[in-house]
């Protein structure tokens, strides 16, 4: 089992910045994907980027070049830093957790950008 607890939600200006934080209840050095999605009111659920333990990353286009992942392993935290934020990336923001045939999500963290 691996819990998730995500942070660092809030209300934004368009075009400001905001850094959400995933933190793992066990160590995430050998999980070999973590990842960060989301869901606006409506809509389904869908990838924002992800990285492995090799730290390869794979970003959705709509955030290519304004989001930025990055995990630490000594302090089994993930990070989603939040560039140039747009009123489209209003949602509720869920760290996930990808460990052999099992997906753990977080409760989640809302993201909202007024225009």
């Known amino acids: 089992q691996v819990q998730l607890v995500e942070s660092g939600g809030g209300l934004v200006q368009a075009g400001g910045s905001l850094r959400l934080s995933c933190a793992a209840s066990?160590?995430?050095?050998?999980?070999?994907?973590m990842g960060w999605y989301r869901q606006a009111p409506g809509k389904q659920r869908e990838l924002v980027a992800t990285i492995t333990s090799g730290g390869n990353t794979n970003y959705a286009d709509s955030v290519k070049g304004r989001f930025t992942v990055s995990r630490d392993n000594a302090k089994n935290t993930v990070l989603l830093q939040m560039n140039g934020l747009k009123p489209e990336d209003t949602a509720v923001y869920y760290c996930n957790a990808a460990v052999g045939r099992s997906s753990y999500w977080g409760q989640g963290t809302q993201v909202t950008v007024s225009s």
């Open positions: 066990t160590s995430i050095f050998s999980i070999f994907v």
